[in-house]
């Protein structure tokens, strides 16, 4: 993640200057000391908006999906915290309006033992997927026509290869029931 761009947490994704809906991963790495591989803690983030996925050191602690205002609280098994640099991954995401890991910068830290360390500041994150530009892609220079018969080419029963002086022809009978597209 060491190109990734960075964003100061807790804050919608929207105030931090990024527009999007869609997939975005966050990373941030903290250092513990002593020896805890003997130790279970909680990782605490906050409301994430809207879904999640969260590792530390690439092992999944907890998710939540389609909670926009539900403070993540995981538990955080023995084994999985190590002596040195951990790493938080945290994957999110938002489906409409504001989204990403917002709320009170208390709610976001790591606890274990007696030991609590803030989670709060500086992380790294990428976009996987932006939902928005997808959806501009996809017709940018095709028709809806186009696009449907593209993708379902080879998935519908209903299709007559006709040959013509061109080429192949593929038909595509479309028929509208209850205002959907079967």
Same mark, same amino acid.
């Given at each position: &993640? ?8 807790? =804050?919608?994704?929207?105030? #931090? %200057?990024? *527009? ?8 941030? =790495? ?15 983030? %906050?409301?994430? &908006? ?12 907890? #998710?939540?999906?389609?909670?926009? @205002?539900? @403070? ?11 002596? %040195? !640099? ?7 995401? @938002? ?8 709320? &009170? ?5 790591? =606890? ?8 709060? %500041? ?15 892609? !996809?017709? #940018?220079?095709?028709?809806?026509? =186009?696009?449907?018969?593209? #993708? ?5 029963d209903?299709?007559e ?16 029931v209850k205002? *959907?597209?079967?």
């Amino acid at each position: &993640d060491s190109n990734w761009e960075t964003m100061e947490l807790p =804050q919608f994704i929207e105030d #931090a %200057g990024l *527009e999007i809906d869609g997939i975005v991963w966050f990373s941030k =790495q903290f250092s513990i000391s002593k020896n805890v591989s003997n130790l279970s803690g909680t990782i605490s983030l %906050g409301p994430i &908006d809207d879904s999640d996925v969260v590792y530390i050191n690439g092992l999944k602690v907890g #998710a939540t999906e389609q909670s926009y @205002d539900k @403070d993540r609280v995981y538990k955080v098994s023995k084994g999985i915290l190590k002596k %040195g !640099v951990n790493r938080v991954s945290i994957r999110v995401e @938002d489906t409409g309006g504001g989204g990403g890991i917002y709320g &009170d910068e208390n709610k976001m830290f790591l =606890q274990y033992g007696n030991n609590k360390i803030s989670l709060s %500041g500086e992380w790294r994150y990428e976009v996987e997927k932006n939902l928005l530009k997808s959806t501009d892609e !996809v017709f #940018a220079n095709s028709s809806i026509a =186009q696009v449907f018969a593209e #993708a379902y080419r080879d998935k519908i029963d209903d299709v007559e290869n006709n040959s013509s002086e061109n080429g192949k022809r593929l038909m595509v009978r479309m028929r509208m029931v209850k205002n *959907e597209m079967k």
